[in-house]
Structures are given as C-alpha cells and as structure tokens.
C-alpha cells in the first residue's frame, strides 16, 4: 500500500499536468497502479469477464479494468470483438505475444495497460495499428531498442511507461522523436547520461520518470537546462532540480 505522503506528492503532480481533464485521469490512474490492493482469490473469473463484456456490447461502458483474477491470452478472445472499447486494463495477466495479437482489432483504443506476462517485440508489432492509442503502459514487457523506434507508428500517443532490460540509450533517440509524447515512464531500463542528451530536444514533454538506469545528476542537470519547466522524478523522488514554484 502506498503512504499517504506518497499518494498525496501523486496528486499534486497531476495538478500540475492537468491541462485537460480527460489527461489528467489517464495519468492518475496509470502513477496510482502500484498502490492496488493484491487481486482477491475469490473472484470468479468467467462470470467477471462475461459482466464486463456485457456492459461494453450493451454501451453501457467503454472501459474493462481487471485486477482482481489472472487474465491470460484465451480470456482475451473474449476481448476481441469489443470494436467500441476505448480503454483495457489489465494489473494480472500473463499475456504473452500471441494474446496481444488478438487486441489488433480494438480500433477504438485509446489506453492499453497490461502488467506482467511476457510480451516482446513481436507482441508489440500487433498493436502499432491501433491509431487512437494515446497511452500505453507496459510496465513488464521485454522491448527492444528496434521495438521502440516503431513506436512512431502510433500517431497520438501522449504517455509512454515501458520497463525493459533490452533498451539502451537508442530507445531515447526513439522516442525524442516521438512529437505526440508528454509523459514518459521508464523502469530500469538501462540509460545513462549519452541517452537524456537525446531528450533535450523534447520541448513538448510534460513530465519524466525514471526508475533504474545509471542517469547521473551532472546528466540530469543538463536536461533541465534544456528542459526548465520539466517534471522529473528519479527513484519515486521528486528531483531537486525541479523549479520550487512548480506545484507539483
């Protein structure tokens, strides 16, 4: 659980990003993920899963969020006629690259999140359709530096949460030139200061968050020179170098 110190330094944060409400709430719940409560075992999976359904083919919802039972690739056939469905998901999975295949159809997509599981770059390869996407958070998936340079392919992309041992600094020079970008998310992945110079040219971006990697406060210094109204947070920290007006 997280302290109310901790959630409280999330809150104002989203003050401060809070250009339009529709963001603001994507945001908030994508930095407030890792404060859920264990997935209960007593949830009965299939009865679950056929009330969400019912409720998005019924226009009642656009929205299926799932943490309280492990959701696999065979659950997500279910999932892939939901053509109206505009955010999915899912804090337990063990979705693999053939589970994110059948999410291809979901045009209407506007937020993926899928924690855990296995997915790869041929896993991410089937979702570069989905043009709506604005926020993809996958916090566990194993991405390569060639994985994020296709990226670009997601035209209105906006906030970006990936943690990956196989991106390098290349993953920065990837997404610097993603235009579309505000909020960027990385967890141990392995960058260090030749990586943020890449980000220097990120005029547009919001907010960055780093957790892991060999950044050093000379490189972070740099960076916000470059980028002076940035929200940056290192390790959970809110970093000194942020401006003291900021109120966030």
Do not use: W
Request: aromatic residues 4%; glycine residues 4%.
């Amino acid at each position: 659980m997280c302290s109310r110190a901790q959630v409280a330094d999330i809150s104002n944060k989203m003050n401060y990003i809070a250009s339009n409400v529709f963001i603001t709430l994507f945001v908030l719940g994508i930095f407030l993920a890792g404060c859920s409560e264990p997935p209960a075992e007593s949830v009965n999976k299939e009865a679950l899963i056929q009330e969400v359904i019912k409720a998005v083919q019924s226009g009642d919802e656009t929205v299926i969020q799932i943490s309280e039972v492990l959701i696999t690739d065979d659950d997500l056939d279910h999932f892939a006629s939901l053509d109206t469905l505009e955010q999915l998901i899912l804090d337990t999975s063990s979705i693999t690259d053939d589970g994110m295949r059948k999410l291809s159809a979901l045009k209407d997509l506007i937020h993926l999140r899928i924690r855990n599981g296995n997915i790869t770059d041929a896993g991410l390869s089937h979702i570069l359709g989905l043009n709506k996407l604005k926020f993809l958070n996958l916090p566990h998936a194993e991405l390569s530096d060639d994985a994020i340079k296709t990226l670009k392919r997601l035209p209105d992309l906006q906030l970006l949460r990936l943690g990956s041992s196989k991106m390098t600094n290349d993953s920065l020079h990837h997404i610097a030139q993603m235009e579309s970008l505000l909020f960027v998310h990385l967890i141990d992945v392995p960058i260090n200061d030749v990586g943020l110079k890449h980000l220097h040219q990120m005029t547009q971006l919001q907010s960055l968050y780093i957790d892991g990697g060999d950044v050093t406060d000379d490189g972070l210094s740099d960076l916000m020179t470059a980028l002076p109204d940035l929200h940056l947070h290192i390790n959970q920290q809110h970093h000194d170098l942020v401006k003291a007006d900021h109120d966030h």
